[in-house]
């Protein structure tokens, strides 16, 4: 475990450039060029996990990068977390920037994972520059490390990267946080040596929201967070827990509200024709299982207690509102340091 007096020295006192080794330096010049000196890249690693959401990367994952990425993840090398969340932070931009235009693709996770999927809210645009809110916090979720390997390293390196970029956000306008919600359920193996299939499998049903976590997620724009992406499958596992989180979420905000009705003697129908409560007071027509009005015997419709609820008001939260808040867009999307050098081609297309 690296104590305290080592962060410091490593802070104060950088032995060397995190990415070509010149000394006295935090990071040359020409190193920093190369983690920040481009324009943020949409990447697509091949082959394409079904279900990962859209990425952006800063840097492509070679030599330099290669070298800075590893000297703060292995070695403590903590005096970088400050470029290279600053790199993470132009990767979200690029990302939300991304979003405004192409929303509905980038909602295909949930749609494939089953997750109901929200219209997004008219007007939620996203500016270039200064606020990318559109109305709702940034909200960074990094992919955990698992507890093994946080222990030996003395830190979390995505979650440290991650509080580095939510501080450059808020410096240049953009309402940002961190939520570390994200828990490992199970182990999993040694991800080095295997294919983009074995990894998928290896992550598969690994991850979980935290408790509580769920109403979290839905107040703002979802951005997951790594160092480094190379074939997506931490990013795409990532990806199908926040959904799944969320879509259990709005279920339980669905049920409240029902049971909150029933429990006032209000059952909603569906539509706006006029009927009675069970005490006799107007509110909206209903009908029974089998989709029957049933009526007083003055020919009013009134209400059934036996009506089911859950469903009208599952189609409202599925597509004509959302529960929690009225700021909450749901549009995932993901963002990283680096990614494998193939993953770039897409660019060229």
Known sequence: MRGWWQDLTDLVLPAECGGCGRPRTVLCPECRAVLSGAAPCRVRPVPEPPGLPVVHAAARYSDEVRAMLLAHKERGALALTAPLGAALAGAVRAGLGEAETSGAEMSRGGARF??????R????GVQAQGDLSGGAPVL??????AGGAVRARGHDPARRIALAAAGELRRTGTRARVLAVLRQKRAVADQSGLNSRQRLDNLAGALAVA???????RGGRVVLVDDLMTTGASLTEAARAVWAARAAGAATGVRAE???LVSQGRVPGRGTEPGTDRRGEPYGRSHDSHGRCSYDSHGHAHDDPRTPVYAALSREDGGERTTGSSDAVDVICAAVVAASPDSFEINRN
Not at 121 to 124: F, L, M, P, T, Y
Not at 211 to 217: I, P, R
Request: charged share 10%; proline share 12%.
């Open 121 to 124: 809210r008219a007007g939620a």
């Open 211 to 217: 408790s509580g976590g769920a109403g979290l997620l």
């Open 140 to 145: 960074l979720v990094p992919v955990p490390s």
């Open 114 to 119: 089953g997750g109901a999927v929200p219209e």
């Open 258 to 260: 029902a049971e909150g």
